[in-house]
């Protein structure tokens, strides 16, 4: 993997305060916990615009036939993938081969992971629940590739040196 194509290391803050919310309020509105979940509360003027309307009588339906005229769902993925981008492609402030190592390895994991998922949601699901299994797989990647690489290359070690120490 050649490091003329990553980020900038600055790139890894922003990811981390756009991916970690825009993860959770993803995973809120998959769940269907709440009924809507919006950016801004109450009268605002963005609030038409910018809530995610989930009901539980219509469910991810009413989004496959397009009865949701709001695009908060559409901007709210937007964020989490720019933000999983600038956090996994951005430069770590020691770039050196063992790192790249680490990387690639946990880009295999992770694509391993989601084809995984895929197969099995191609095997054991069909309908809604197919489309519903395959928006989660969606997540699957991202979330292996960087729970391995910062395991590996920063919570790995702390242990070990613990160890060494005891």
């Not at 910018?50 to 009901?55: L, N």
């Not at 084809?115 to 191609?122: C, E, N, Y």
């Amino acid at each position: 993997m050649d490091t003329k194509l990553l980020l900038p290391n600055r790139f890894k803050r922003i990811g981390w305060l756009l991916f970690v919310p825009c993860l959770v309020l993803t995973v809120l509105a998959l769940l269907e916990v709440a009924p809507s979940v919006s950016f801004f509360g109450g009268e605002h003027f963005l609030a038409k615009w910018t809530t995610i309307m989930v009901s539980k009588k219509d469910g991810l339906g009413a989004i496959l036939e397009g009865n949701n005229p709001d695009f908060a769902g559409e901007l709210l993925m937007t964020l989490t993938v720019i933000g999983f981008y600038f956090v996994a492609f951005s430069r770590e402030r020691t770039d050196d081969e063992w790192i790249m190592k680490v990387r690639h390895e946990s880009l295999l994991w992770g694509f391993y992971v989601h084809l995984i998922g895929f197969i099995l949601a191609v095997w054991l699901s069909y309908g809604l629940d197919f489309y519903l299994i395959v928006s989660w797989n969606m997540l699957t990647a991202p979330l292996v590739f960087l729970a391995r690489f910062h395991w590996i290359v920063y919570v790995k070690p702390f242990f070990e040196e613990r160890r060494a120490a005891a």
